[in-house]
């Protein structure tokens, strides 16, 4: 399996301002995913993060938004950008490893 | 695309009864089929999976099941304990595409 960690696990945040959310996993892994989770509900796709091109987002999600950085095989930060109420979720951090996909603990964030 | 319902959204059983979970898929070339448990506070764990040319997998008080002509898998815990209250999700995936992910079931256990 892989083990994947998430800083910071949760933040208070106030509007207009940004939050670079990391992730890091213990092995390399070609593709990365980030979801969004509102409270009580299942998993949204925000973007697929594939190491050396640019991040794919779903419909409803855009770069200026939410950029993505993809340095490297083991790690990707997501930038919650310009951010509103509406944007208080939890961000979770995924990995396909093995043809399984594994989940980071989230990251709680509150806009105020 | 892939369409995934869960049923039922809540579900409470005493300790030591069994619990199923059940979801459908319409996607015929979807071939592998997640369920994770997401405790408060924590991200989904993986805890069991299945590939289209299995019926059936257990891991000891788990199992899942898949019909793929009638496109549906559901999930069984038996000798349920407190300790399986938790969120529930399934997915289905074609390997190296995008994962599907059902609405969930919030499982009480009742001690």
């Known amino acids: 399996s892989a083990v994947i960690s998430q800083k910071p696990s949760r933040d208070i945040c106030q509007r207009g301002t940004s939050l670079t959310i990391q992730c890091q996993v213990d092995?390399?892994?070609?593709?990365m995913f980030w979801y969004r989770q509102q409270p009580g509900q299942s998993l949204t796709l925000i973007a697929t993060?594939?190491?050396?091109?640019?991040?794919?987002?779903e419909s409803g999600f855009v770069i200026d938004k939410f950029p993505i950085s993809r340095p490297n095989l083991t790690f990707s930060t997501l930038t919650v950008s310009n951010m509103s109420p509406e944007d208080s979720s939890i961000y979770l951090c995924?990995?396909?490893?093995?043809?399984?996909?594994?989940f980071g603990p989230g990251t709680r964030l509150t806009v105020t | 695309g892939e369409n995934v319902e869960q049923h039922p959204s809540t579900l409470s059983v005493q300790e030591g009864d069994s619990a199923v979970i059940k979801c459908t898929y319409s996607?015929?070339?979807?071939?592998?089929f997640p369920w994770y448990k997401q405790e408060l506070g924590k991200g989904p764990q993986l805890i069991i999976d299945?590939?289209?040319?299995?019926g059936e997998k257990k891991d000891q008080r788990i199992a899942v099941t898949l019909n793929k002509t009638a496109k549906h898998f559901s999930l069984h815990i038996t000798e349920t304990q407190p300790e399986d209250s938790a969120v529930y999700f399934c997915?289905?995936?074609?390997?190296?595409?995008?994962?599907?992910f059902g609405t969930g079931t919030s499982l009480t256990v009742i001690p």
């Open positions: 995924s990995v396909e490893y093995s043809y399984e996909q594994y």
């Open positions: 092995s390399q892994v070609t593709m």
């Open positions: 993060a594939n190491q050396g091109s640019e991040a794919t987002y």
């Open positions: 996607d015929s070339a979807s071939n592998y």
């Open positions: 299945i590939r289209s040319n299995v």
């Open positions: 997915a289905a995936s074609n390997p190296g595409n995008q994962f599907y």
